[in-house]
């Protein structure tokens, strides 16, 4: 695979990448990835590394930030990377354990990791379930992290799929960065895609980048604010961005 590609969208460094690059990346690479972490980065993300410096740095600092909305791999074509793809959480969290390995899952509900447990022995029989670990919802004390991150390292993980909702689940990769054994890839919602919680959208949806309005319909109510917000945002960011950039070669042509 050639060497990775970035194209900066608002500050954030976002991988010019395909799922077929992408998992060539991953697999040929593993070992000296143990240890670091993956952002799987949409509009959400992005709109708040633009506005929080500190959580910007937690996505740069990344070994990969996969474009998982495609307003992100789209922009990245019209900078004239003309092979950005989206390259989604929960697809590549499937083609990562239809091909074997072992997977440790940290995040979400005891019942979402169980119905998970169910799906994975059936559809996956390839992949080895290294361990699962629901959090409680409250800051775990220096001895509980002590004891998670020994149970997640005895457990001797090729990945480890971080399921807390962003900007936790980053949080939490990078505060944990070279003391876990495995790659940490953190998934957002992709546990309760894979444990029936949530509908995917259907691949035409997907295709015409309307997969966050399937999702709106699905849960409108805590949903709503943020879509509507941060596409809104990202407009206004991009538009900002491109005129600074229009007056700063205009001011260097005089």
């Known amino acids: 695979m050639k060497e990775l590609q970035y194209c900066e969208i608002l500050k954030t460094r976002i991988n010019v990448t395909n799922m077929k690059d992408t998992l060539s990346y991953l697999c040929t690479h593993l070992d000296g990835l143990r240890g670091r972490y993956i952002c799987v980065s949409n509009v959400h993300t992005t709109i708040m590394s633009y506005e929080d410096e500190r959580y910007r740095a937690?996505?740069?600092?990344?070994?990969m930030a996969l474009p998982d909305g495609a307003p992100l791999s789209l922009y990245s074509r019209r900078q004239g990377f003309a092979d950005a793809q989206r390259v989604t959480g929960p697809d590549l969290m499937l083609e990562l354990l239809a091909r074997g390995y072992r997977h440790f899952f940290y995040g979400s509900t005891q019942e979402t990791l169980a119905g998970m447990q169910a799906v994975l022995e059936k559809d996956y029989p390839a992949a080895e379930i290294a361990g699962m670990y629901s959090p409680p919802f409250r800051p775990l004390t220096a001895e509980e992290e002590t004891i998670v991150i020994k149970k997640i390292n005895d457990s001797r993980p090729d990945f480890i799929w971080v399921g807390l909702g962003a900007p936790k689940q980053e949080e939490w990769m990078h505060a944990h960065q070279g003391s876990v054994n495995g790659v940490m890839l953190g998934v957002g919602a992709g546990f309760?895609?894979?444990?029936?919680?949530?509908?995917?959208?259907?691949?035409?949806?997907?295709?015409?980048s309307l997969e966050w309005f399937y999702r709106l319909m699905q849960d409108p109510r805590r949903l709503w604010r943020r879509y509507v917000t941060t596409n809104i945002k990202f407009l206004k960011y991009i538009y900002k961005e491109k005129q600074s950039l229009k007056a700063k070669k205009k001011s260097n042509g005089k």
């Open 58 to 63: 937690i996505q740069n600092g990344a070994a």
């Open 192 to 208: 309760d895609y894979l444990a029936g919680n949530i509908r995917r959208a259907p691949e035409w949806m997907q295709r015409l």
